[in-house]
């Protein structure tokens, strides 16, 4: 089992950017490949990005490709969203997930949630 805890949310201005970490409790942080999911009021949960167990395969949605980057520090136990370019549509609640075996895009896959944290962009 793991426990996850997001930290790192807050408000930007459009444009700006912005890193959320999601640390992860026991020593098989490696086991589990992670996602990043978010969430806007009156939306459904959607996928963002992926990141293997051993850090070197990702996926993006199409709607953050290109600006935002996934990584994950196995020693520290920790993942990591870096989110630059923001836009007022990335405003919403972001959740990290993990689950055993490989990375997926779909949330009810995932067997471990964070308790999300909120980004919200505007100026």
């Known amino acids: 089992q793991v426990q996850l805890v997001e930290s790192g949310g807050g408000l930007v201005q459009p444009g700006g950017s912005l890193s959320v970490s999601c640390a992860a409790s026991?020593?098989?942080?490696?086991?589990?490949?992670m996602g990043w999911f978010r969430q806007a009021p009156g939306k459904e949960r959607e996928f963002v990005a992926t990141?293997?167990?051993?850090?070197?395969?990702?996926s993006y949605a199409d709607s953050v490709k290109g600006r935002f980057t996934v990584s994950r520090d196995n020693a520290k136990n920790t993942a990591y969203l870096q989110m630059n370019s923001l836009k007022p549509e990335d405003t919403a609640v972001y959740y990290c997930?993990?689950?055993?075996?490989?990375?997926?895009?779909?949330?009810?896959?995932?067997?471990?949630w964070g308790q999300g944290t909120q980004v919200t962009v505007s100026s």
């Open positions: 990141i293997s167990r051993g850090g070197s395969s990702t």
């Open positions: 026991g020593r098989t942080f490696f086991n589990y490949a």
């Open positions: 997930a993990a689950r055993l075996g490989a990375a997926t895009i779909r949330p009810t896959n995932y067997d471990y």
